[in-house]
């Protein structure tokens, strides 16, 4: 095919829930660049059902994907898709046995770590194939709503239908479901309690891959909460995500100083402990609370890993210690005196500029100055404000 023309796709089962730019990655990964994806999307010239798209929108099996012409994109992209190998009955039972909540709406898993959510390069392995296993109707697969990181062990949610994956990822997006994390960070933070607000970006030269604290980046916030100490060789902390950035908490208490243990993509060598302590990630999410389409909100707790729950008793911690903190503390960022302040100075920057495009037009090159307008009132303008 010409790659002058419009191509469409159809959308295939297999691929039903998944993110657009995990699609193009999939089927398309050697001839469309993630940069060309966004750029399409950025113009408008990325549809799916004919309305404009973007990397991160959820795709639906049946879906038609619009793609606009370009040289970029060889003929070879119209290949076929790979064959997706069924579930072995290992497999559904594996899936089976995280399921710790179930409802009208949802399943809602304890997902182990190691296992990656969903696929990609030369990840073949993952949560989002294994859905199939607790599929009860042909036409509604469980479909994902958010995710954890490969190594993050714990609570995820998944709806039963398309009508609940809405429901629910407008509550992930809008902020009202409520999460909370446990995590064993290295060293003493010193305070109790705390509020991280730090802009997080995507690190250059990582591709994509890790995230740093950076002015520009996206505002990210992170409440924590130490449950319990053990000296100055580690904590035991809370944390509950008031944002969702990628790797929020694992580059939030890094840029603290404390990184979690067995994080070694933010904390190096340094995230280890002595002692028998295990090198694997010590973040565990905890408990989500979330409304649901109908009847009461969803609210579920996981248990924490094998290798989690042997370091706090090496540690000599009590497991039991760490569930009592309220889950609806509001958000320091939404209060009215928050509110307020970000308004004045909203308030003192535009009138910074007004006064600013005061001064230019009456300076050189403006109405009135050298090499302006001569003429004199509003009709001596060359064109209005800008």
Same mark, same amino acid.
Do not use: C
């Given at each position: ?16 829930? %998944?993110?657009? @730019? $995990? ?5 398309? /990964? ?7 994806? &966004? ?27 619009? %793609? ?16 997706? @190998? ?42 989002? $194939? ?14 994902? !709503? ?14 039963? &239908?398309?009508?609940?994956a809405a429901f629910f990822s407008k509550s992930f997006s ?18 109790? #309690?705390?509020? %991280? ?6 690190? =250059? ?7 740093? !604290?950076?002015? @520009? ?9 130490? %449950?319990?100490? =053990? /000296?100055?060789?580690?904590?035991? !902390? ?29 904390? /190096? ?7 028998? !302590? &295990? ?14 389409? #109908? ?14 729950? #042997? ?16 889950? @609806? ?26 006064? /600013? ?21 509003g009709r001596g303008r060359s064109g209005g404000r800008r």
């Amino acid at each position: 095919m010409d790659s002058g023309e419009t191509r469409t796709f159809t959308v295939a089962a297999d691929d039903d829930g %998944i993110r657009l @730019d $995990r699609w193009f990655k999939r089927h398309m /990964g050697d001839e469309v660049s993630f940069n060309l994806v &966004s750029r399409w999307a950025r113009t408008g010239q990325l549809r799916l059902n004919g309305k404009k798209a973007g990397p991160g929108d959820r795709i639906e099996a049946g879906q038609q994907i619009r %793609i606009p012409p370009t040289d970029a994109v060889p003929e070879r992209s119209a290949r076929p898709q790979r064959p997706v @190998d069924p579930l072995t009955d290992d497999e559904r039972e594996f899936v089976r046995e995280m399921v710790i909540a179930s409802t009208a709406d949802a399943f809602v898993l304890n997902k182990p770590p190691g296992l990656a959510t969903q696929g990609g390069t030369k990840t073949d392995k993952h949560l989002d $194939r294994l859905l199939v296993g607790l599929e009860e109707d042909e036409d509604q697969r469980p479909k994902l !709503v958010h995710r954890l990181d490969k190594d993050t062990s714990g609570v995820l949610l998944v709806a039963r &239908s398309a009508r609940a994956a809405a429901f629910f990822s407008k509550s992930f997006s809008g902020r009202t479901a409520r999460k909370v994390y446990w995590a064993l960070v290295v060293g003493d933070l010193g305070q109790d #309690e705390g509020l %991280i607000d730090a802009p997080l970006a995507k690190q =250059a030269g990582t591709g994509g891959e890790k995230m740093h !604290v950076a002015e @520009d980046g996206q505002a990210a916030r992170t409440r924590w909460r130490v %449950i319990d100490r =053990a /000296g100055t060789r580690a904590a035991w !902390v809370e944390l509950q995500p008031l944002t969702g950035r990628t790797h929020q908490l694992r580059a939030h208490m890094a840029h603290l100083g404390h990184p979690i243990v067995g994080d070694a993509k933010y904390g /190096g060598a340094e995230a280890f402990l002595t002692g028998g !302590v &295990s090198r694997k990630l010590h973040l565990h999410a905890r408990r989500l609370k979330i409304d649901a389409p #109908e009847g009461k909100p969803i609210d579920a707790t996981a248990e924490l890993p094998p290798h989690f729950a #042997e370091t706090l008793l090496t540690l000599g911690f009590e497991a039991r210690a760490g569930d009592n903190m309220p889950l @609806d503390r509001p958000d320091p960022a939404k209060s009215p005196e928050v509110q307020a302040r970000r308004k004045a100075a909203a308030a003192k920057t535009a009138r910074k500029e007004r006064k /600013g495009e005061r001064r230019n037009r009456g300076g050189p090159g403006g109405p009135g100055g050298p090499g302006g307008s001569s003429g004199s009132g509003g009709r001596g303008r060359s064109g209005g404000r800008r």
